[in-house]
């Protein structure tokens, strides 16, 4: 008996740490890069530049100019008027439908399985699935205001989840941004 109660709790444990592992949602990796001799550091004051970003006027554009100023006001740069800024915030929301398509090969027949439908000779056939899903591109760049050039960009890409409440998007946005922008300023 305690053999057997071992042996259960091993199974439970594994489905469990199955059933974590589910539910937990990774975050994409982004893609960072900055000129390396800038100032980051004299970085003090930022403002958005709508007039040259894309994608702002949706609903996922406002929760990202929320979550970019809560991340840099956590790190002390303030939000001002555009022509007193260190840097411009200019933003790129994309979204795009995309399939995923795999193939299995199955084997019926044959050996220690034999296929009821398939009689005595092993048979092979091809399955095909066929999933729809939406990937999100967001895109940050900071611009030096008085050069007009990017000294900093970052890309972030994953699919984006069809079944999430208002709140639950609020939240992955603000991690992905919270991400893009973790180790900022760079150095």
Known sequence: ?????????????????????????????????????????????YAFAPEQSVGMSTLIGSRVETAITDE???????????????VLVRLMVVTQNKQDIRTYDRHYGGGAYDCWRCGMYPHRATEVQVRNYTEGTLVIDLVDAKMDRAVWHAISRGKLGKHKSPEERKENVKAVVGNML???PPL
């Open 1 to 45: 008996m305690g053999c057997y109660m071992v042996r259960l709790f091993q199974v439970l444990a594994v489905m469990m740490l199955g059933l974590l592992t589910a539910c937990a949602t990774s975050l994409p990796t982004p893609v960072i890069d900055y000129k390396p001799d800038y100032d980051f550091y004299g970085v003090k004051t």
């Open 182 to 184: 973790a180790n900022f």
């Open 72 to 86: 840099l006001s956590a790190k002390g740069i303030q939000l001002v008027e555009p022509d007193k800024a260190d």
